[in-house]
């Protein structure tokens, strides 16, 4: 049974920095990508970023870009997302993503490329 289980949300200030992790179980979680997704109320979940199951290639969204920072640790079985500088309009439920492909090359924006999800995580930026 694969887990993923966010963590690190919570109420900020615009400016303000979290940093929100993904514990995962239940599968080698050193040979897939990840990603983060996230879903504001009344939208639909959009990709936010994602790192290649070595760690060597992220990618991410333009509205990110430059701002948050994903990364990972295959030791631990977590990936991160930092996010700095944040904005009102960066609210929204953050989930992490499981990539369905072992070893892929890059990294997919697409969530159907993504087959396990976590429960999400709510950030809230107030203005």
């Known amino acids: 049974q694969v887990q993923l289980v966010e963590s690190g949300g919570g109420l900020v200030q615009a400016g303000d920095s979290l940093r929100l992790s993904c514990a995962a179980s239940?599968?080698?979680?050193?040979?897939?990508?990840m990603g983060w997704f996230r879903q504001a109320p009344g939208k639909e979940r959009e990709f936010v970023a994602a790192?290649?199951?070595?760690?060597?290639?992220?990618y991410y969204a333009d509205s990110v870009k430059g701002r948050f920072t994903i990364s990972r640790d295959n030791a631990k079985n977590t990936v991160y997302l930092q996010m700095n500088s944040l904005k009102p309009e960066d609210t929204a439920v953050y989930y992490c993503a499981s990539d369905r492909r072992a070893y892929r090359i890059s990294v997919s924006s697409f969530s159907r490329e993504y087959d396990y999800w976590g429960q999400g995580t709510q950030v809230t930026v107030s203005s």
């Open positions: 790192i290649t199951w070595s760690g060597g290639s992220t």
């Open positions: 239940g599968r080698t979680f050193s040979i897939y990508a």
